[in-house]
């Protein structure tokens, strides 16, 4: 701050790391225009005097532009300017929206530490050396439309009360969302994350959260939450299939379709899977993979091929889509019990067992019906075991048919059993 006969010239304002050099404005006294809070007062002035910072910034090429403890009257708009050093928005405050449109930038691009008191709505833009977005606060949306990342993309700690979207953009350097909290919800709509260099989302809260169109490959998801249905994790795709009302960012509400609509959604949940398979996350990648198939066996038709007259709906009930090892085990003993209790009233078969005349059977006598039964669980686990063995096919065809059925069954669910406890090996 420098004085001339005891009158304050230079603004007061001072930073962790700058000065600033700027005149004070004569209707606040100790700041400059740029630092002043007397927001009414600098709206037509501010706009005129913040151009002509942008005019220096154009003129020189290669400098470090600091634009630091600024206070925005109003919305900020910046179209179609090519930026040829890096610039840094820091602990600001704007008291509108951000708004760039058609901008390219040759340097580093970063928002830090600021406090913005509206909307943040960035597209068409070229950021050739990175974006950052760091440690704001933002009390409106934010939206990064059609835009393309050359390198480092980092959306750290910042604060988003309305929506955060990230659509139809290219990021080639490395991408990261780490420790954001919006309130509403995280849209990535037809991104092609494989072409990063890396992906990361850590300690984000994905309950709601939409990935239409997008391609989700090679993405570490480290600390995030998700939305849980049961057992498995539901993203907001699949909840619009069910929704009345469509969400006003949803991309894909034109497609009349449903089955279409739930082929993609299905698509999203592979992706989600493999990449927890990647990371070695057997439980999650289990969840999605559970998602996925549930959305294959809503897309089968009316109600019956849905819950009857389908392989989905079947591989469902005996082993929860290979993930469960209790539903395909238990499946194995109530077969095992139907078809010994189907043996057991077969008159030749009883006869064969028990060598005794079906002229002296008694029915009636509880202790001869239990003696009979557990004689056709050992017979059919032996017939099991022995196809060779079912003989007197002439006698006793009942019974060699449901042995014929039960062995099929059998080895089908003991198929399931064994791959369910392996991805339960896995998962410890």
Known sequence: M?????????CKYESEFSKCNFPIWEKDGLYCIFHSELINEKKDKFEIEFKNILKTIENEPGKFNDINGFVFPETVKLEHIKFLSTIRISNCKFFGDICLEGCEFNSEFRIIGNIIHGNVEIKWSKFDKGFIFNWNE?????????????????FRVSQIKDYFIISFSSFIGEMEIIDMKVRKA?????????????????????????????KLVDIDFIGTTW??????????????????????????????????????????????????????????????????MEMRRQ?????????????????KYISLYGQSSKRAFWGIILILFLSSIIISFDPNIIQHLDNTPISDFNFKDILFIIKIFLKSVKYNL????????????????????????ERIFVILLGTFFLLALRRRFRRS
């Open 2 to 10: 420098e004085q001339k006969n005891n009158i304050i010239t230079k």
């Open 138 to 154: 933002v009390t409106g949306y934010f939206k990064f439309h059609i835009n393309f990342v050359n390198a480092v993309t980092s």
């Open 186 to 214: 995280l849209y990535f709509y037809g991104i092609d994350f494989s072409r990063a260099a890396r992906t990361r989302f850590r300690n984000i809260d994905l309950t709601n959260v939409y990935f239409s169109d997008s």
């Open 227 to 292: 939305k849980t249905q049961k057992n498995r994790i539901v993203i907001g795709d699949e909840i619009v299939l069910q929704a009345e009302e469509i969400p006003t960012h949803y991309p894909i509400k034109n497609i009349q379709n449903l089955k279409e609509k739930e082929s993609i959604v299905e698509s999203l949940y592979l992706q989600l899977c493999a990449n927890y398979d990647k990371s070695r996350l057997f439980d999650i990648s289990g969840k999605f993979y559970l998602s996925a």
């Open 299 to 315: 897309s089968r038709g009316n109600w019956f091929r849905r819950n009857l007259f389908s392989w989905e709906a079947w591989y």
């Open 382 to 405: 032996y017939c099991l075991i022995h196809p060779a063995e079912w003989t007197f096919q002439d006698k006793i065809s009942l019974t060699a048919f449901v042995t014929a059925c």
